[in-house]
């Protein structure tokens, strides 16, 4: 590295070789597909019901819907704590795509299904395991998704409008329910390619001004190395050297397998389990890949997406790290009374790093645009969410036939939705406390003990068709049952801080929680297919194009069982039209804006749907395309090598 960094960003970014070429590859790669990227399509891939999603709105979509609120604050809060090791669970991120538009997506689109639990009904029969993802999904939304972007949302609020944090999450609702209960998931998507350019935009300007106020990247990193609060003592508290020290390895990715805070084995291996589940079998994330005209569209968002997971490192990590030098005495609190006094927490103020950057370093007119920056995010996040958690509720309600009753004024989902919005507020209290105040590592903990066991149920159902529905479900419950006896046992202890640690057990709580996400993704793979070859295999005619070595069979597919939601019923079957009513000017402006139809869709004949259905489960991709999506595929792995060891 060149030591003659200057104070202005500018210089300091032409003498960082490792950001500009994080600049220059997405730049490259959009040159090298440029016809591609521009053509728009009208047609998803299946009946996920969107329209107009071409590949720059599917990479920018893809990245919207991972990046909220909840990375602004948590990445640069673990930042602030910790260094860069956090990063590398974005650049995870760059080879997960990959797998996801290479290996999982292909086996989706020829299954022909819209949800994840849709695939495991196909796939294994019977209801208990579509039933089991449900609600273990929606679980995840509360405790890792909605309350956390609540709560980082309603934290940037709070330090720029000294509100109180409550009611920033309600005026936040507020705004976000103008476009979710209207929109549907193309409003969603729109939304999405406009508000990430505002992100990225407004976290380059902050950027911008933090290495400027810093001195430039060499000295932004001696000083992070000597940013410690200058109170460290305290009446009653015996406060150890390494709470408020910067670690040695704050600028190393890769650390100690025994004793480091990020062990290189967990990031690896462990983030990688976790990725899968995350990138691979979410509801969310698929859903965007399963609304693109073809493969080779697919492929090429993912790609998008991928480049853009390089930038967070450098837009929300660093400027952390940076408000810890700007900001020591609040960012880098040790003594609870202070930090209590900071942050209204006792555990640390690391969460506010990012905020509190914002709204004492940059001027009123650029702070209000990283205010919409932190507003675009955490709507793009949580319109995704509710979207999805909504197609998951219509799976029970049409399946168990449920009754509303009649005076609700709103439909079944939203009511849904607004039920899930409550149990996150409540639950925002236990994040505030959680893992010394490190957003990020609690979203992540939160994973490692819940999202295993899916991981090796869709790796094993994809890649070995002999694993059954009876492998399948036991796995999943054992290792429920492990995961939430682990994370009962943290929250009954209370995770605790480096001043005044938890006394949980170190038998239960002292594996770190991405090695416990190794142990138990073991532990259901072996239970997985233990089980599965114990008991009686599925016969290859009920898993034609369901399992990667079945995937290009021809052959008609037997059901284990019909799907049995009752609102499949064709209406011309009962001899009943329903009436249609022409839309008022509001509710055409709505649909104008959102980019849906006018009108009703034309009634196909069955010659017309079977061809339908032919096309949406294609996966033929023009040979040119092809080989130039591949080409770049393997160019992104490349760079992600590079920067692992880059920063190694």
């Known amino acids: 590295m060149s030591s003659k960094w200057g104070g202005g960003f500018g210089k300091s970014l032409s003498l960082f070789p490792s950001l500009s070429l994080s600049l220059s590859v997405p730049v490259s790669f959009s040159l090298s597909l440029s016809p591609f990227l521009l053509e728009w399509s009208r047609s998803g891939v299946n009946g996920s019901g969107v329209t107009l999603i071409s590949v720059p709105q599917?990479?920018?979509?893809?990245?919207?819907?991972?990046?909220?609120?909840?990375?602004?604050?948590g990445l640069a809060g673990t930042g602030a704590a910790a260094g860069i090791a956090i990063g590398g669970f974005e650049w995870n991120a760059l080879v997960m795509v990959i797998i996801l538009g290479w290996l999982f997506v292909p086996i989706y689109i020829k299954a022909g299904v819209v949800t994840m639990p849709e695939y495991l009904k196909r796939r294994f029969g019977g209801q208990r395991i579509r039933i089991y993802l449900s609600v273990l999904?929606?679980?995840?939304?509360?405790?890792?998704?909605?309350?956390?972007?609540?709560?980082?949302?309603?934290i940037f609020i709070q330090q720029?409008?000294?509100?109180?944090?409550?009611?920033?999450?309600?005026?936040?609702l507020m705004i976000t329910a103008l476009y979710t209960v209207t929109g549907g998931l193309a409003a969603v998507i729109y939304t999405d390619t406009l508000q990430t350019i505002i992100m990225v935009v407004g976290s380059f300007i902050l950027m911008g001004f933090g290495f400027n106020a810093v001195g430039g990247y060499d000295a932004f990193v001696e000083k992070y190395m000597q940013a410690?609060?200058?109170?460290?003592?305290?009446?009653?508290l015996n406060i150890s050297a390494r709470c408020y020290t910067p670690s040695p390895d704050s600028f190393h990715i890769f650390r100690d397998p025994l004793t480091g805070d990020m062990p290189w084995p967990g990031l690896v291996f462990g983030l990688t389990i976790l990725g899968i589940w995350y990138w691979c079998t979410d509801q969310v994330i698929v859903q965007r890949c399963l609304s693109a005209k073809n493969l080779s569209h697919v492929k090429a968002g993912c790609i998008l997406c991928g480049y853009l997971k390089l930038l967070p490192m450098f837009?929300?990590?660093?400027?952390?790290?940076?408000?810890?030098?700007?900001?020591?005495?609040v960012v880098a609190c040790v003594v609870p009374e202070l930090c209590t006094k900071y942050c209204g927490t006792s555990v640390g103020c690391s969460n506010v790093a990012y905020p509190r950057m914002v709204v004492d370093l940059m001027p009123n007119g650029l702070r209000g645009l990283m205010l919409s920056v932190m507003l675009a995010s955490l709507m793009s996040s949580l319109t995704s969410i509710f979207n999805s958690a909504s197609t998951l509720w219509t799976h029970f309600y049409f399946y168990y036939n449920l009754s509303i009753p009649l005076f609700l004024p709103l439909s079944p989902p939203r009511v849904f939705i607004l039920a899930l919005i409550g149990v996150s507020i409540a639950w925002i209290p236990i994040i505030q406390s959680s893992k010394s105040g490190q957003l990020f590592d609690y979203i992540q903990s939160i994973?490692?003990?819940?999202?295993?066991?899916?991981?090796?149920?869709f790796l094993l159902g994809i890649f070995c068709k002999r694993v059954n529905e009876q492998g399948a479900f036991y796995g999943l419950l054992v290792g429920l049952f492990i995961g939430l006896a682990r994370m009962i046992a943290e929250f009954a202890y209370g995770t605790g801080s480096c001043v005044t640690p938890s006394n949980c057990p170190k038998i239960i709580c002292g594996v770190h929680y991405l090695y416990f996400a190794l142990i138990l993704f073991g532990i259901s793979c072996i239970l997985v297919l233990g089980i599965s070859l114990a008991t009686k295999p599925i016969d290859d005619k009920h898993l034609?194009?369901?399992c990667w070595s079945l995937r290009n069979n021809t052959e008609e597919r037997v059901d284990l069982e019909?799907?049995?939601?009752?609102n499949t019923q064709d209406q011309e079957s009962t001899g009943v039209e329903e009436p249609h009513e022409e839309p008022g000017c509001c509710r055409k402006a709505i649909n104008w804006f959102c980019g849906f139809d006018q009108g009703s869709a034309p009634k196909l004949s069955e010659e017309e749907q079977a061809e339908l259905q032919k096309k949406l489960t294609d996966t033929s991709e023009h040979p040119l395309w092809r080989n130039v999506v591949n080409a770049n595929g393997i160019v992104l792995l490349t760079v992600a090598v590079f920067f692992h060891g880059f920063y190694a």
Not at 59 to 73: E, K, R
């Open 58 to 73: 599917i990479g920018a979509s893809l990245f919207a819907s991972n990046i909220g609120s909840g990375h602004f604050v």
């Open 137 to 154: 999904s929606l679980m995840l939304y509360i405790f890792t998704k909605i309350s956390a972007d609540m709560f980082s949302g309603a």
């Open 160 to 172: 720029a409008l000294g509100l109180d944090i409550y009611v920033a999450v309600v005026l936040l």
């Open 228 to 236: 410690k609060p200058s109170v460290v003592t305290w009446p009653g």
């Open 315 to 329: 837009l929300m990590v660093f400027p952390g790290m940076m408000s810890r030098i700007l900001y020591t005495d």
């Open 447 to 457: 994973t490692s003990y819940l999202g295993p066991p899916i991981t090796a149920v």
């Open 544 to 546: 034609y194009r369901l």
């Open 562 to 566: 019909v799907d049995d939601w009752t």
